[in-house]
């Protein structure tokens, strides 16, 4: 039987224990929960710092480590089930997340003081554990002080996915990045749905396959439609303007449609594959 290696936490050595009398290894691993501790880790295809980076995972995600060895965790991502190799020091215990970061970045305060230095910055979708308010502030179980209106209940939605993904605007492209520092087209358009309760997978080819129902050839677009190149995605503000994070603007970037559409084919990237719509909130 084939594996979608990006999902299946299996390996020559190892294994998953789950996966006993499913996929052979020598050995398999009950695997440890912990929660990322760092504004934001890399997941690398191998156990080095110059691997291929395969995505992000944000401070507070739960993760599934199955190996760690020489300083790196061999992982499983809880949010979406990616494999992969996490430094090992990003990794860690904390409770479980009461809020989550609503705002496109939002800094992290040893005291109750925008004058001080932060302690880290937070990107939007971390998840934190607030126990007490104070004034302006959030004050989370690891001490961290952190300005309230940037905060979100873990289980609040946002009202509008475009408009999470339209704070990105800009923001520089990034293969396998998931932050405002750096971000590609399938992790925006994760992130922002996200943020209204949607589960997507990372890749672009899963989401084509999972997210929506697909929209006729001759239907009008609509804002919040997705569409898929092969390898590639984008979201629709309105019926003309697509908004995607693209490696000919090297950011995220607000144009024609057509433009783009015609751009990708110029350049091999090949014609649209399909255009899918999300149910309404």
């Known amino acids: 039987m084939k594996f979608d290696r990006r999902l299946t936490p299996a390996r020559p050595d190892l294994a998953a224990a789950h996966l006993s009398g499913i996929v052979e290894a020598p050995r398999y691993a009950e695997g440890r929960r912990t929660v990322v501790i760092e504004s934001s880790a890399p997941m690398r295809r191998e156990p080095a710092s110059d691997a291929p980076l395969e995505t992000e995972a944000l401070y507070g995600e739960a993760v599934m480590v199955y190996d760690e060895s020489e300083g790196w965790a061999?992982?499983?991502?809880?949010?979406?089930?990616?494999?992969?190799?996490?430094?090992?020091?990003?990794?860690?215990?904390?409770?479980?997340?009461?809020?989550?970061?609503?705002?496109?970045?939002?800094?992290?305060?040893?005291?109750?003081?925008?004058?001080?230095?932060?302690?880290?910055?937070?990107?939007?979708?971390?998840?934190?554990?607030?126990?007490?308010?104070?004034?302006?502030?959030?004050?989370?179980?690891?001490?961290?002080?952190?300005?309230?209106?940037?905060?979100?209940?873990?289980?609040?939605?946002?009202e509008d996915f475009v408009a999470v993904a339209e704070k990105f605007l800009h923001a520089p492209y990034l293969w396998g990045g998931r932050t405002s520092e750096g971000i590609d087209c399938s992790g925006l358009i994760q992130t922002a749905l996200a943020a209204v309760g949607v589960a997507a997978p990372r890749d672009s080819d899963q989401q084509e396959a999972s997210l929506?129902?697909?929209?006729?050839?001759?239907?009008?677009?609509?804002?919040?439609?997705?569409?898929?190149?092969?390898?590639?995605?984008?979201?629709?503000?309105?019926?003309?303007?697509?908004?995607?994070?693209?490696?000919?603007?090297?950011?995220?970037?607000?144009?024609?449609?057509?433009?783009?559409?015609?751009?990708?084919?110029?350049?091999?990237?090949?014609?649209?594959?399909?255009?899918?719509?999300?149910?309404?909130?």
């Not at 997340?97 to 880290?120: C, D, E, F, N, Q």
């Not at 961290?144 to 940037?150: C, D, N, P």
């Not at 697509?242 to 990237?269: C, D, F, K, T, Y």
């Open 74 to 158: 061999w992982a499983q991502l809880e949010r979406d089930g990616y494999v992969g190799y996490l430094p090992a020091i990003a990794l860690g215990a904390a409770p479980a997340p009461t809020h989550r970061v609503a705002a496109l970045r939002t800094h992290a305060y040893p005291g109750p003081s925008i004058k001080l230095p932060p302690t880290m910055a937070l990107p939007l979708g971390s998840r934190l554990s607030v126990v007490r308010r104070e004034g302006d502030f959030a004050v989370t179980s690891g001490g961290f002080w952190l300005w309230a209106r940037h905060l979100a209940e873990v289980d609040a939605s946002a």
């Open 212 to 281: 929506g129902a697909p929209v006729p050839p001759d239907d009008p677009l609509a804002r919040g439609d997705l569409v898929f190149w092969e390898g590639h995605v984008g979201v629709m503000r309105d019926a003309k303007m697509l908004l995607h994070a693209n490696g000919w603007h090297m950011a995220v970037a607000s144009e024609p449609l057509e433009e783009a559409r015609a751009r990708i084919a110029n350049s091999g990237g090949g014609l649209v594959t399909r255009v899918k719509r999300m149910a309404a909130p």
